[in-house]
């Protein structure tokens, strides 16, 4: 996900392409180097998706989240995942009101546009997914009567690798929720010299109004960008090209799980909303290849022999990718 797009079109309003740029500009005030990750927010949000990060602490994976809140004009907020996590703690649970002698429901967390979900994979299964109602069917069941969550909504979940082991893998279920996986990496040297400048010059990551970042959408620009995405076409050969990568997963003997239906739709998605980011209406096999690792990665599992020989998953995609013919 490093194309530079090409003149694109559409307004700052409606087209990604002129958000795109605005919207980098204003994070670049707050956090250096992570570009990628607010191109695949814009895509998540584009398509109706939810991104996981995965990266050391200390790459300011929230700061990002609440900068990207902020110069979208969306409300944000943050669970820290915890071992005791309850899912009336996300959700949001019934209170009784002894005016009244009512229960009264006070909303939980998620309750919001841009929700961060940290360290997911530290929190128990119970707790995780209650996740899975608001992700799938944007909204929320509390003693059997559904609550719909305000549009748009997103999950930005992180998960660091490092403290992986011995805390919760996230289920296949709930990973396949995500549109794409990101590893948020270590900044360049450059970057990170002027990440000791900025906070030398008495940088406060808590105080975001003091860095100047300004909103440069609402709600109502995504929701027209949302619309231009559908408008993207996908040919039937780039489509026939999606489905045998797909399937060529299902087929490999470094995997025992494979890419399903669903993580086809989703890389058809990612593609177009890449597309449109490009400047253009159609989709191409490069908007496929570029979007096949974040969008697939999670989406399938290593076997056993296969890890113990050193491969990884986005070098079984790398080897799918080799092998599967381009549509011209």
């Not at 958000?19 to 695949?40: C, F, I, M, P």
């Not at 893998?169 to 450059?190: I, M, N, S, W, Y």
Request: net charge negative; glycine share 8%.
């Amino acid at each position: 996900m490093s194309e530079t797009p090409p003149g694109g079109r559409g307004s700052p309003a409606g087209g990604l392409v002129a958000l795109r740029a605005q919207l980098n500009e204003q994070v670049a005030k707050v956090v250096l180097g992570q570009s990628h990750v607010v191109d695949a927010t814009l895509i998540a949000i584009a398509v109706g998706g939810h991104l996981l990060l995965e990266g050391p602490p200390g790459v300011a994976k929230t700061l990002l989240c609440r900068s990207l809140a902020a110069a979208l004009s969306l409300r944000s907020t943050r669970i820290q995942f915890t071992p005791d996590l309850m899912p009336g703690d996300v959700t949001g649970s019934l209170i009784y009101d002894a005016k009244t002698a009512l229960f009264q429901f006070r909303e939980g967390p998620v309750f919001t546009n841009l929700l961060l979900a940290d360290e997911i994979n530290r929190t128990p299964p119970k707790s995780q997914a209650a996740l899975l109602e608001a992700m799938e069917e944007r909204q929320v069941s509390v003693e059997g009567s559904p609550r719909p969550l305000p549009e748009p909504f997103c999950v930005t979940a992180t998960q660091n690798p490092i403290e992986y082991e011995g805390t919760y893998p996230l289920p296949e279920a709930q990973l396949d929720r995500f549109l794409v996986k990101l590893a948020v990496g270590l900044p360049e040297r450059e970057e990170e010299i002027g990440i000791l400048a900025r906070h030398a010059a008495g940088f406060d990551p808590s105080d975001l109004a003091a860095t100047g970042i300004k909103p440069v959408a609402g709600p109502a620009d995504l929701a027209a960008a949302v619309a231009a995405v559908r408008e993207v076409r996908v040919s039937p050969e780039v489509a026939g090209y999606i489905v045998d990568l797909c399937r060529a997963t299902r087929q490999s003997p470094s995997l025992r799980l494979g890419v399903s239906p669903r993580g086809a739709t989703a890389l058809q998605a990612t593609s177009r909303a890449w597309a449109w980011l490009a400047g253009r209406d159609y989709v191409t096999p490069d908007d496929v290849k570029a979007l096949a690792r974040p969008t697939l990665r999670h989406r399938i599992q290593l076997r056993p022999e296969a890890e113990m020989e050193g491969a990884v998953p986005d070098g079984v995609l790398d080897a799918v990718l080799a092998t599967v013919p381009v549509p011209r």
